[in-house]
Nanobody, 122 residues
Framework: QVQLVESGGGLVQAGGSLRLSCAAS????????MAWFRQAPGKEREFVTAISRTGESIDYVNSVKGRFTISRDNAKNTMYLQMNNLKPDDTAVYYC???????????????WGQGTQVTVSS
C-alpha cells in the first residue's frame, strides 16, 4: 500500500508556471506506475499524464503536450509535474495516483492523493 500527498498548487496568472509534487510513503514507490489527473468544477476527473515505473514511458493528454512535464525521482519517492504556459482551462484540482501500470484508465489506480488546487487567472 502507498499513501500519496500532493503539494505545490496555487493561484497563478495565465502564462505562468507551477510545479506540483507528489510524495509517496513506503519503500515501494518504484514499483508503481504513476499519473496525474485533474478535476474542474462540474466536470469528471480527467487524465493529464502518466509515467512508468522507471520513467522510460510517458504519456500526455494532447491539451498539455509541450507545456507540462512529468518526472519522478524514485530515490526520493516523489513524482513531479512541471506546468508551464498555464491557461485558465488548466484550473482544476490536481490529483496524483499510483497503480500497477501507467495508463490513462482512471479505474486502474487504487491509490490517490487528496488533491491540490491549481487556479489560473486570465
Amino acid at each position: 500500500q502507498v499513501q500519496l500527498v500532493e503539494s505545490g498548487g496555487g493561484l497563478v496568472q495565465a502564462g505562468g508556471s507551477l510545479r506540483l509534487s507528489c510524495a509517496a510513503s513506503g519503500r515501494t514507490f518504484r514499483l508503481y506506475g504513476m499519473a496525474w489527473f485533474r478535476q474542474a468544477p462540474g466536470k469528471e476527473r480527467e487524465f493529464v499524464t502518466a509515467i512508468s515505473r522507471t520513467g522510460e514511458s510517458i504519456d500526455y493528454v494532447n491539451s498539455v503536450k509541450g507545456r507540462f512535464t512529468i518526472s519522478r525521482d524514485n530515490a526520493k519517492n516523489t513524482m513531479y509535474l512541471q506546468m508551464n504556459n498555464l491557461k485558465p482551462d488548466d484550473t482544476a484540482v490536481y490529483y496524483c495516483a499510483a497503480g500497477t501500470l501507467a495508463t490513462r484508465n482512471r479505474g486502474a489506480y487504487p491509490y490517490w492523493g487528496q488533491g491540490t488546487q491549481v487556479t489560473v487567472s486570465s
